[in-house]
C-alpha cells in the first residue's frame, strides 16, 4: 500500500465512503457540513496536488453528509498551473486505492446559454476535450485506450437529477467543453464552441473524467454557472468574478447534493 493510501486509511478510521466529491469554486462551505470530519492536508499525503489557483494548500475533508460516509477533496490541480494534464492522477489513484467507487466533480464553468445564467447549475452529460492534451499521455498499458461512451455515469446522472427535482432546484443539463485556460476564451472561439455542440466552458474536470475512468472509478459531474461566457454579456470576464459569482450556484449545488447523499446516492 502507498504511503498516502495508508495515511488515509488510518485517517478516516472506518469511514466507508464509497464516493469521493472534488470541491470546485463556490462548493468549497461543503467542509463545513460534514459531520464527524477528519482532515488530512494534502502537504501529508505525497502525489497529492500542493497549492491551488488560490494558492493555498488543499485538504482531504472525510465524515458524513447527509448521514452517508465520503470523502471530500478540497483543492485540486489544474492543467493550467503547471502544463500537466495528469496532475490528479496520483491522488485520484490513491482514491481508488483506499476503495473509493464513484467520483462527483465540481467546477465553475461559462454559460453558452442565455437563459442559463449566473447562479444556474448544470449536470454535464458529455464533454469535448478541446485542450488538444489528455492525461493519459505516456501511459503505456493497453488501459491507455478507455472508453469515453458513458463517461458521465447513467445511473448518477439520474440519481443527482432525481435529487435536484426532490429539491425543487434546477438542474440544466449539457456538456461542458474544456479550455485549457488559464486566459478565458474569446468571443470566436465561443461562437465555435458553440456550433461544435458545448453548452458550457471551463478550464478542469474533463481530465480528471477521463483518469477516473481510466482507473475504474464511475464518474459524474456538474457545473456552477458563473458567467455568460466571452462576449455574450458585453463585459470582460475576470477570475474576481468568476470567485464572487461561485458561491449563488454553489449553495444550489450543495442542495442538490446534499439530498443525493440522504437518498443512498446510486448504488
Ligand atoms: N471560461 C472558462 N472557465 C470558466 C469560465 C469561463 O467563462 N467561467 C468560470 N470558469
Given amino acids: 500500500m502507498k504511503q498516502a493510501e495508508a495515511r488515509l486509511v488510518e485517517a478516516l478510521n472506518g469511514i466507508a465512503a464509497d464516493t469521493a466529491l472534488v470541491l470546485g469554486s463556490g462548493l468549497g462551505g461543503l467542509v463545513d457540513e460534514v459531520e464527524s470530519p477528519v482532515r488530512v492536508p494534502y502537504g501529508d499525503l505525497p502525489g497529492f496536488p500542493q497549492s491551488g489557483v488560490t494558492g493555498h494548500a488543499g485538504e482531504v475533508v472525510a465524515g458524513y453528509l447527509a448521514g452517508a460516509p465520503v470523502v471530500m477533496l478540497s483543492g485540486r490541480a489544474h492543467y493550467y498551473e ?45 464533454h469535448i476535450n478541446f485542450s488538444g492534451t489528455n492525461p493519459l499521455f505516456g501511459e503505456p498499458s493497453d488501459k491507455r485506450f478507455v472508453g469515453l461512451t458513458e463517461a458521465y455515469d447513467p445511473g448518477m446522472r439520474a440519481a443527482l437529477l432525481k435529487a435536484a427535482l426532490d429539491t425543487g432546484t434546477d438542474l440544466h443539463k449539457g456538456v461542458y467543453m474544456w479550455f485549457s485556460g488559464p486566459s478565458f476564451e474569446t468571443p470566436a472561439e465561443i461562437r465555435m464552441a458553440r456550433v461544435m455542440g458545448a453548452t458550457a466552458v471551463g478550464m478542469s474536470t474533463v481530465p480528471e473524467v477521463i483518469l477516473a475512468r481510466f482507473l475504474g472509478l464511475r464518474a459524474a459531474a456538474c457545473s456552477v454557472i458563473t458567467n455568460l461566457a466571452a462576449g455574450m454579456s458585453g463585459s470582460e ?31
Avoid at 99 to 122: D, F, Q, R
Fill in 82 to 126: 503547471h502544463g500537466n494534464a495528469a496532475a490528479m492522477r496520483p491522488a485520484l489513484d490513491v482514491l481508488a486505492g483506499i476503495g473509493i467507487k464513484k467520483l462527483i466533480l465540481t467546477n465553475a464553468a461559462g454559460s453558452l446559454e442565455p437563459e442559463m445564467g449566473p447562479g444556474s447549475v448544470m449536470l454535464i452529460e458529455d
Fill in 237 to 267: 470576464l475576470s477570475h474576481q468574478e468568476t470567485k464572487e459569482m461561485a458561491p449563488l450556484g454553489g449553495k444550489r449545488l450543495a442542495a442538490i447534493l446534499k439530498e443525493y447523499f440522504r437518498a443512498g446516492g446510486n448504488v
